[in-house]
């Protein structure tokens, strides 16, 4: 059983903050773990979240509240735990915030060092931060709001940047739903995803950390990827050592009902 979401953030580099990591997944049943941190976080990304800055005084502290590493630091670690032998297999990379403008800069980043995988991921639309705080939504317009969602995430796959897709469906953290049938849509993704062969995560991510009551996609778009055969891989969105594996069984069941 794999988890292939899971962010190391809240510790320092170090091989005791990853044994526990390790130690957890062991507990709960896990042989294979994807560790990874996500762009914001790395001052080299910095230009990508410009227009996140200029959004809002929140959203430009923010982000000065996150970036605090040079993404040398992480590369470091990762050279340094791969020769280390771990009870569970581990996979190291990058959650990235998708900016079509940037697709050169990721490209170059994502280069520049043998990253076991890098996940896609859409967490701003046109500079706004949509997963921050539910009162942020007061004057958006669901529809318009979706559609630049899903398009972005139609660009995500076929920039060919990525190996997968985080949470495809966070635009619904605040219980924000259209109008539009996105059937459609979410099909066009699917054969996005196949051609790429990217997969897609099925993610408990915002029930991990928002309490959302939907455990990953929705229902419609599961059974679309599922008929098309997308690849669905199990992701914790964990972000401390006590939640890796988090969920994973439960969204397993789930998808072979
Ligand atoms: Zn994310
Ligand atoms: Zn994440």
């Not at 320092?12 to 976080?41: C, N």
């Not at 630091?73 to 771990?86: G, H, P, T, Y």
């Not at 490209?107 to 996940?119: K, M, T």
Request: contains cysteine; proline residues 3%.
């Amino acid at each position: 059983m794999t988890d292939v979401h899971i962010h190391i953030e809240r510790g320092p580099y170090t091989k005791e903050w990853i044994d526990r990591f390790v130690k957890q997944a062991v507990s709960v049943g896990m042989d294979e773990i994807y560790l990874l941190e996500h762009s914001h976080r790395f001052a080299e990304f910095a230009p990508m979240y410009a227009s996140v800055c200029e959004y809002s005084d929140y959203q430009k502290n923010w982000y000065k509240s996150k970036v605090n590493l040079s993404i040398k630091d992480f590369q470091a670690l990762i050279s340094k735990m791969r020769n280390i032998e771990f009870p569970v297999k581990i996979k190291w990379g990058l959650e990235v915030c998708y900016f079509p403008e940037y697709e050169k800069l990721i490209g170059d980043i994502l280069n520049s060092f043998n990253y076991d995988f890098a996940v896609g991921s859409i967490h701003w639309v046109e500079g706004f931060g949509f997963d921050h705080k539910a009162e942020f939504w007061n004057n958006i317009d669901i529809e318009k709001i979706y559609r630049k969602y899903y398009n972005l995430m139609l660009r995500l796959a076929k920039s060919g940047l990525f190996s997968g897709v985080a949470h495809p469906d966070s635009i619904k953290c605040f219980h924000h739903y259209p109008m539009d049938d996105l059937t459609d849509t979410y099909s066009l993704l699917a054969d996005e995803l196949n051609y790429r062969q990217m997969y897609a995560e099925q993610s408990g991510g915002l029930a991990l950390n928002y309490g959302f009551e939907e455990l990953g996609m929705n229902k419609t778009m599961l059974d679309v990827f599922k008929n098309k055969n997308v690849d669905i891989r199990f992701a914790s969105d964990a972000h401390k050592p006590e939640d890796v594996g988090a969920n994973i069984l439960n969204m397993q069941a789930f998808l072979q009902a």
